[in-house]
C-alpha cells in the first residue's frame, strides 16, 4: 500500500489462516457480487450506517483464552476482516474525515489509519461494548491491551476480568455491525472450539477448562449450520456475478 494513501475495493487474500481457509475463487466472486451492489447504492454509501459498510470480504475472526496465570482473566483477540473495514469504523467512530468514503462505494484507504484507531479511546472503548464478556450473570469489566500495535495485521487484544476462576463464560461479539448486520465473526476457542458470530446469534458459551462441550472439539450443530450459510452464501454470491461477468462479456462481443 502506498505511504499516502490509495482508493480500494475489498480484494481478499488468496488464504484465510487457519481452519476457516475459503477458496479464493469463491470469496472473489462474492466481493465482485457484493462490489456491484455497493456501486448500485450510489450516494447513499457517504450516508452514514449500512449503505458504508463492506461485509461481504474476508470475515472478522475472533479468539478466546483464559490466562494461563490469572484464571480469572478471560482474553478475547479480535482481528478485521480487512483494511477497508478498519477506515469505515475510523469515520464511524468520527476517527477519520467522512470524504473517506466515496460515492462510487470505494474508501480511500490510508497507511495509517490502523494507528490512528489504535491510539484513540474511542476504539478502546468501541471494542469492549461490542465484545462482552460474562461469568454467569456477573459481568467481566474489559480494557483493551496497549500498546496496541499493527491493528490491522495482529488484531487487538481485550482483557476481561471476571469475579473469580473462569471455567466457562458467554462471550457476545457485535463488531462492525452497528454498520451493517449483515458482518460475520469466526471465532475459536480451547480445545478445537469455534462458533460464528452474526446478527440473531450474536452470543456464544465456551468452555475454558476442562474438556469440551459435547460434540468434542469440532463445530456444534449451530455453529456448523451458521457456517455452511456463510460458504452458501458466499458460493451463490461468486455464481452471481460470474453470470453478470459472462453477460458482459457477451454484450461486448456482440458490439
Not at 462471550?171 to 449483515?182: C, F, G, K, Y
Amino acid at each position: 500500500m502506498r505511504g499516502g494513501g490509495e482508493t480500494v475495493r475489498r480484494s481478499p487474500s488468496p488464504v484465510l489462516s487457519g481452519v476457516w481457509s475459503v477458496p479464493f475463487a469463491i470469496r472473489a466472486g462474492a466481493w465482485a457480487a457484493s462490489a456491484l451492489l455497493g456501486a448500485a447504492a450510489g450516494a447513499a454509501v457517504l450516508a452514514p450506517g449500512p449503505a458504508g459498510a463492506h461485509p461481504f470480504g474476508d470475515p472478522q475472526t475472533v479468539d478466546v483464552a483464559v490466562d494461563a496465570q490469572r484464571p480469572e482473566v478471560v482474553h478475547v483477540h479480535w482481528r478485521v476482516g480487512g483494511p477497508d473495514d478498519l477506515t469505515l469504523l475510523g469515520v464511524s467512530l468520527g476517527l477519520l474525515p467522512r470524504d473517506r468514503v466515496k460515492t462510487d462505494g470505494t474508501v480511500d484507504v490510508q497507511y495509517d489509519d490502523p494507528g490512528v484507531l489504535a491510539a484513540s479511546d474511542r476504539f478502546a472503548a468501541y471494542l469492549t461494548e461490542r465484545i462482552t464478556v460474562t461469568d454467569g450473570a456477573a459481568p467481566c469489566p474489559g480494557t483493551v491491551q496497549q500498546p496496541i500495535g499493527f491493528l490491522q495485521l495482529k488484531g487487538a487484544t481485550a482483557d476481561y476480568t471476571c469475579p473469580g476462576p473462569v471455567a466457562t463464560a458467554t462471550v457476545a461479539v457485535r463488531m462492525l455491525t452497528d454498520l451493517n448486520p449483515a458482518y460475520r465473526t469466526l471465532a475459536t476457542g480451547p480445545n478445537g472450539q469455534r462458533a460464528v458470530y452474526e446478527g440473531g446469534a450474536d452470543t456464544h458459551a465456551w468452555t475454558l477448562t476442562g474438556p469440551p462441550p459435547a460434540g468434542g472439539a469440532g463445530l456444534g450443530r449451530s455453529a456448523a449450520v451458521q457456517l455452511a450459510a456463510v460458504l452458501g452464501g458466499l458460493l451463490l454470491a461468486g455464481a452471481g456475478a460470474e453470470v453478470v461477468a459472462r453477460r458482459m462479456r457477451r454484450r461486448a462481443v456482440a458490439a
